[in-house]
Protein backbone atom coordinates (compact mmCIF):
# COMPACT_ATOMS: atom_id res chain seq x y z
CA UNK A 1 0.00 0.00 0.00
CA UNK A 2 2.73 2.24 -0.78
CA UNK A 3 0.71 4.35 -4.09
CA UNK A 4 -0.50 7.55 -2.41
CA UNK A 5 -3.21 7.72 -5.00
CA UNK A 6 -4.65 4.91 -3.90
CA UNK A 7 -4.11 5.94 -0.23
CA UNK A 8 -5.65 8.77 -1.41
CA UNK A 9 -8.77 7.22 -2.59
CA UNK A 10 -8.86 4.47 0.08
CA UNK A 11 -9.29 7.32 2.83
CA UNK A 12 -12.15 9.12 0.12
CA UNK A 13 -14.12 5.23 -0.06
CA UNK A 14 -13.81 5.35 4.02
CA UNK A 15 -15.12 8.75 4.98
CA UNK A 16 -17.91 8.48 2.51
CA UNK A 17 -18.49 5.04 3.52
CA UNK A 18 -18.88 6.36 6.93
CA UNK A 19 -21.31 8.92 5.96
CA UNK A 20 -23.57 6.83 4.12
CA UNK A 21 -23.92 4.15 7.57
CA UNK A 22 -23.89 7.07 9.19
CA UNK A 23 -27.44 8.84 7.32
CA UNK A 24 -28.73 4.98 7.24
CA UNK A 25 -28.44 4.93 11.08
CA UNK A 26 -30.88 7.67 11.88
CA UNK A 27 -34.00 7.13 13.04
CA UNK A 28 -36.76 7.88 10.25
CA UNK A 29 -38.14 10.85 11.77
CA UNK A 30 -34.58 12.20 12.44
CA UNK A 31 -34.14 11.57 8.39
CA UNK A 32 -37.26 12.98 7.02
CA UNK A 33 -36.01 16.40 9.18
CA UNK A 34 -33.32 16.66 8.07
CA UNK A 35 -34.17 16.56 4.55
CA UNK A 36 -37.10 18.33 5.41
CA UNK A 37 -34.68 21.25 5.89
CA UNK A 38 -33.11 21.12 3.34
CA UNK A 39 -36.16 20.65 1.36
CA UNK A 40 -37.13 23.96 2.72
CA UNK A 41 -33.72 25.49 1.39
CA UNK A 42 -34.07 24.26 -1.98
CA UNK A 43 -37.50 25.06 -3.02
CA UNK A 44 -36.32 28.50 -2.88
CA UNK A 45 -33.99 28.10 -6.14
CA UNK A 46 -36.70 24.86 -7.31
CA UNK A 47 -40.13 25.10 -5.69
CA UNK A 48 -41.15 22.25 -8.06
CA UNK A 49 -39.05 19.52 -5.85
CA UNK A 50 -40.84 17.22 -3.47
CA UNK A 51 -39.47 15.51 -1.06
CA UNK A 52 -39.83 12.44 -3.02
CA UNK A 53 -37.55 13.65 -5.07
CA UNK A 54 -35.06 15.44 -3.01
CA UNK A 55 -34.44 11.72 -1.04
CA UNK A 56 -34.27 9.57 -4.63
CA UNK A 57 -31.72 12.80 -5.96
CA UNK A 58 -29.80 12.07 -2.22
CA UNK A 59 -29.81 8.32 -2.38
CA UNK A 60 -28.57 8.48 -5.87
CA UNK A 61 -25.84 10.98 -5.24
CA UNK A 62 -24.71 9.17 -1.96
CA UNK A 63 -23.58 5.48 -4.31
CA UNK A 64 -22.80 7.79 -7.78
CA UNK A 65 -20.04 9.54 -5.23
CA UNK A 66 -19.49 5.97 -4.11
CA UNK A 67 -19.25 4.84 -7.40
CA UNK A 68 -16.37 7.50 -7.97
CA UNK A 69 -14.34 6.78 -5.36
CA UNK A 70 -13.96 3.26 -5.14
CA UNK A 71 -13.41 3.47 -8.92
CA UNK A 72 -10.36 5.83 -7.80
CA UNK A 73 -9.53 3.50 -5.59
CA UNK A 74 -9.25 0.40 -7.10
CA UNK A 75 -7.79 2.27 -10.31
CA UNK A 76 -4.81 2.70 -8.34
CA UNK A 77 -4.12 -0.77 -8.23
CA UNK A 78 -1.59 -3.35 -9.86
CA UNK A 79 -4.47 -5.66 -11.34
CA UNK A 80 -7.54 -3.11 -12.16
CA UNK A 81 -10.68 -4.76 -13.12
CA UNK A 82 -13.98 -3.38 -13.49
CA UNK A 83 -15.73 -5.91 -11.07
CA UNK A 84 -13.87 -4.89 -8.11
CA UNK A 85 -15.11 -1.16 -7.27
CA UNK A 86 -18.22 -2.78 -8.61
CA UNK A 87 -18.80 -5.62 -6.25
CA UNK A 88 -16.90 -3.42 -3.37
CA UNK A 89 -19.61 -0.50 -4.07
CA UNK A 90 -22.21 -3.29 -4.05
CA UNK A 91 -21.37 -4.25 -0.91
CA UNK A 92 -21.84 -1.29 1.00
CA UNK A 93 -25.21 -0.95 -0.44
CA UNK A 94 -26.23 -4.36 0.74
CA UNK A 95 -24.57 -3.71 4.34
CA UNK A 96 -26.44 -0.79 4.01
CA UNK A 97 -29.88 -2.18 3.36
CA UNK A 98 -29.16 -4.77 6.59
CA UNK A 99 -28.27 -2.11 8.88
CA UNK A 100 -31.53 -0.15 7.98
CA UNK A 101 -33.40 -3.27 9.39
CA UNK A 102 -32.52 -2.34 12.68
CA UNK A 103 -32.74 1.19 13.07
CA UNK A 104 -36.34 2.55 14.24
CA UNK A 105 -38.96 3.42 11.73
CA UNK A 106 -36.41 2.24 8.81
CA UNK A 107 -37.29 -0.38 6.30
CA UNK A 108 -35.11 -2.08 3.82
CA UNK A 109 -36.13 -3.12 0.46
CA UNK A 110 -34.75 -5.96 -1.62
CA UNK A 111 -34.54 -3.69 -4.36
CA UNK A 112 -32.42 -1.14 -2.77
CA UNK A 113 -28.99 -2.37 -3.21
CA UNK A 114 -29.79 -3.09 -7.18
CA UNK A 115 -30.73 0.67 -7.45
CA UNK A 116 -27.61 1.60 -5.48
CA UNK A 117 -25.64 -0.84 -8.20
CA UNK A 118 -27.16 1.54 -10.81
CA UNK A 119 -26.42 4.56 -9.20
CA UNK A 120 -22.55 3.16 -8.43
CA UNK A 121 -22.87 2.08 -11.98
CA UNK A 122 -23.45 5.40 -12.87
CA UNK A 123 -20.46 7.65 -11.21
CA UNK A 124 -18.07 4.66 -12.68
CA UNK A 125 -19.23 5.42 -16.18
CA UNK A 126 -18.90 9.16 -15.88
CA UNK A 127 -15.97 9.04 -14.76
CA UNK A 128 -14.42 5.98 -17.57
CA UNK A 129 -16.03 7.95 -20.40
CA UNK A 130 -14.78 10.92 -19.52
CA UNK A 131 -10.83 9.89 -18.07
CA UNK A 132 -9.29 12.23 -20.42
CA UNK A 133 -10.58 14.88 -19.10
CA UNK A 134 -10.76 14.28 -15.03
CA UNK A 135 -7.60 16.00 -14.19
CA UNK A 136 -8.34 18.93 -15.55
CA UNK A 137 -11.67 19.04 -14.51
CA UNK A 138 -10.42 18.85 -10.92
CA UNK A 139 -7.88 21.12 -11.14
CA UNK A 140 -10.53 24.12 -12.24
CA UNK A 141 -12.44 22.78 -9.14
CA UNK A 142 -10.05 23.24 -6.99
CA UNK A 143 -8.84 26.59 -8.42
CA UNK A 144 -12.45 28.02 -8.65
CA UNK A 145 -13.00 26.63 -5.10
CA UNK A 146 -10.44 29.14 -4.08
CA UNK A 147 -10.79 32.06 -6.07
CA UNK A 148 -11.50 34.89 -4.12
CA UNK A 149 -13.87 36.36 -7.11
CA UNK A 150 -15.79 33.22 -6.50
Known sequence: M??????????????????????????AQ???TQ????????NHFWPELTHDLLRKI?????????GCCT???????????LSKPLLFSLLVAMGDETLQLYVTGRASEIIAPFMGGAYILAGIA????????????????????????G
Open 71 to 81: LGMFFNTKSFK
Open 30 to 32: VSA
Open 35 to 42: SKGLLAVL
Open 2 to 27: KNPKFRFWLICSALWMCFIFFQSSLS
Open 58 to 66: AHFAEYFIL
Open 126 to 149: VILLNIGQVPAAVVQIVRGAFDPA
